[in-house]
């Protein structure tokens, strides 16, 4: 039984780094709930979310957050979307960057799927709404 999980995505003012093409592979399986975080963005950085969104599968949400306030903000926004209206069981997140290699991810989600064990002790009892996210680095951490 594989184990639902989030992956969030915090764009801010990336649109001339954005290639559809990086987030082929990822978003051809359907491996994750996928929430990409625009962090006030002054220029066409939500457009270009919309169209990766458009030309996928629906495992893609997208919030649109109007005043950064940080990324850890942005993080807690898609944490917060992503809680009340998808069940995950683990969130996954990472800050887009120019030379973003989703490889790392990839990787990390094909041993997830492939492991019987847990890599992560999972506490579902405690309210805490962070409780169960952990950034990409961590996960690898722990592989």
């Known amino acids: 039984m594989s184990m639902k999980k989030g ?13 559809e093409t990086q987030f082929d592979k990822l978003l051809d399986k359907d491996v994750a709930e996928f929430c990409f ?12 979310l919309k169209d990766i969104k458009t ?33 995950l069981k683990l969130i996954i997140y990472l800050v887009f960057y120019k030379n973003t290699d989703f490889l790392n991810l990839e990787y990390t989600l094909n041993i997830m799927m492939n492991r019987n064990k847990k890599i992560i002790n999972l506490n579902t ?14 996960l690898i951490k722990k592989i």
């Open 7 to 19: 992956i969030i995505i915090v764009f801010s003012n990336n649109e001339k780094e954005i290639k």
């Open 55 to 87: 030309k996928t599968f629906n495992n893609i949400s997208i919030v649109d957050v109007k005043k950064n306030k940080g990324t850890k903000a942005a993080i807690k926004a898609g944490v917060r979307y992503l809680v009340n209206n998808k069940e």
């Open 125 to 138: 009892n405690n309210r805490n709404i962070l409780q169960n996210v952990f950034s990409l680095e961590q």
């Open 37 to 48: 975080v625009n962090n006030a963005s002054n220029d066409h950085t939500l457009d270009k």
